[in-house]
């Protein structure tokens, strides 16, 4: 029978003094002392080596008007230390009457007191007193649980012992269950969310005491039984089966090693997004539930992205549109590129997107348009056509073309002088430019010097070096024999200018040397003549206000006469002349359009053009001119050289012409700008 508490115990004691013992005439009982009444006795108190107590009465003749009776405890013989009441919940009738103490009140190794008790009409008496000693409460008991496979949140039925009167705990592995109810002999108990094994060991625990449960306790295990194959991301995949959780997080899908967010749950079907992050378009998809990992047999497939409309040809950096199916929602995620050049795309969906033209090599005009998504790469059935004028052909040139000392072409092989690339390199080598695949060949250059300008005459090249007194050579490609030649009567000359018409070579122009280190500009011209290895004195340039202070200056030849501008020292500076060798004079002709240096100059068809550098005011320039010799008239070409990343122009380039074809390259100071264009045709 179940004990009263402490608390109920003196409830009871009040309540039977207040209500059966106060009568007018009749004191309330003093301090309790043995009573013996010959109609009940208190027969034993048997205390059990396993803990426990039973505890038996005897009713001899049942007293009149009883309303309750049972054992009373204490830890003394008057019953005033913490008195229990034991009652008994049912009809008093005669014979012996007892009860089994398992649980509450009773200490190991204690003395106690115990006598039988009633409760009448005329109050509650006391009966003799038995003498015992205590082994404690009987040792708590787990023996089944039911069901013994569940899910985590479902509620287990513990069956056992003595559960009552204690301050238990349930535990799976080392995680708490949640309590629902308890009795003496069962325990509802939930299966925790956090448990770090699906086959826990469960134990019932009492401070230091536990009580381990031998039958096998496991989670059921998730099972897969069919879901969705084929989708693209951000779809809804239906995942059917068994043994999910009944919690949202406790369900965790991925497609290979990435989560996918769960929209719907419950004990036989999942609902989850294919997620933006999917590695590759076959994966399989696993789920974690019930502390347990399982996965597909077949991998879901990601469908395949189609390009169904590219427009067939543009300009780079144009804006076009795209359109197709299964594209990514994330755009950076769509990996399309013309020839290997990545584009950005600017706006879009799964169906169509917008991107500019990317920046890059496209050497035959043509691209090849790959949409490469995951492990998928779908390639346009029909190569994009580069309009430009100007197409980047390379930009892996090797060289630095912002420190070159010029290119020249014999015999339809090109060169060009310069450092390898590097901030710290300086030492010039001759670079074999090859056409073919627009690779570059190095040759050594037996001599060292920072700065020089090169020209061609016939079937070799000559260089003339700002270095020292030692300063004019002569470069044979077909031995790569370089000969050193009669020295530059005027001295070291920088940031002159050199070209050949017939067999002689004309330098001038530039910046001379003056005492205290200084340099200043000059309008000096001079020739050397092949033939007999000498220099000798032409007509300076004209001396207008202003006009003779030419640095970094530009010039071509066209049928022996040399054309010459640019390199322009101040705003005023647009004067363009023409020198005829044969008279040795100088004619002004129309002005070039703006004030520049650090040009390049090429002659294609027999037309001349300058191109690139900056003008004055240092802003650099990506525009082509043309001079019409017999207008004598400057057209600006429609097409500029370069991309975006070149569109401020190119300064102290470099340009060739070969086998048909014009190329300009060199650097506006930038590494990545190392680029090389090519143009042809008869509209350059």
Known sequence: MKPLRFAMLFASIAFALLYYGCKKDEPLPGPVKEVIIADIETVSATAFQDGGVTFVGKVNKIPANVRTYGFIISRDSLFTKNPQFYPLNRPIAVGEFKTDVNNFGIQKDSVYYLTTYIVAESGYKLFNVKKFVSNGAKQIKIDSIYPSKALIGDTLTLKGKYFTGHNLSVKFGDRPGGWVSVNDSIIKITVPPDLGSFNPVITLNEGAKTDTLSQVFALYTPRIDEYTTLGTFRDTVVIKGNYFSRFLNGN????????????????????????????????????????????????????????????????????????????????????????????????????K?????????????????????????????????????????????????????????????????????????????VWKFNPGDFSWEKSEIPFAFTSGQVTVAGNKAYLYCAQDLNNFWEYDPASNHWAQKATYM????????????????????????????????????????IASNTWEKETDYPTEFGNNERVFPSAFVVDEKIYFGCGATNTGMFQFHSYNPATKTWAKLANFPDARLYATTFVYQ??????????????????????????????????????????RGIERGYSFVNNGKAYVGGSNGSEDTYQLFMAEGSSL
Do not use: C
């Open 353 to 429: 997107f917008t991107l500019n033209i990317p920046n890059g090599p496209y050497p035959k005009r043509t691209a090849r348009v790959v949409l490469k998504l995951l492990d998928y790469e779908i390639v346009y059935p029909i190569n994009f056509q580069v309009l430009n004028k100007w197409i980047m052909v390379s930009n892996q040139v090797p060289f630095d073309g912002y420190t070159n000392s010029g290119s020249f072409t014999i015999n339809g092989t090109s060169y060009v002088i310069a450092s390898a690339k590097g901030v710290f390199n300086v030492k010039k080598y």
């Open 490 to 529: 005027a001295g070291i000359r920088q940031s002159g200018v050199i070209v050949s018409a017939g067999q002689y070579i004309y330098f001038g122009m530039g910046l001379a040397p003056q005492p205290f280190s200084n340099f200043l500009p000059n309008s000096n011209f001079y020739r050397y003549s």
């Open 606 to 647: 027999n037309q001349g053009y300058i191109a690139k550098g900056h003008t004055v005011q240092g802003a650099l320039t990506a525009d082509v001119y043309k001079y019409d010799i017999a207008a004598n008239a400057w057209i600006k070409m429609p097409d500029k050289i370069g991309t975006p990343a070149l569109d």
């Open 252 to 351: 965790q899908v991925s497609f290979g090693n990435i989560k996918a967010t769960v929209v719907s749950y419950s004990k036989q079907q999942l609902k989850v997004i294919v997620p933006d992050d999917i590695e590759f378009s076959k994966t399989l998809i696993s789920l974690k539930a019930q502390v347990q990992t399982v996965a597909t047999s077949t991998p879901f497939v990601i469908r395949k992205p189609e390009l169904l409309i590219v427009p067939q040809s543009g300009n780079v950096n144009d804006v076009v549109m795209v359109e197709g199916k299964n594209f990514h929602p994330v755009l950076n995620k769509n990996q399309l590129s013309f020839e290997g050049n990545a584009a950005t795309l600017n706006t879009g969906n799964t169906a």
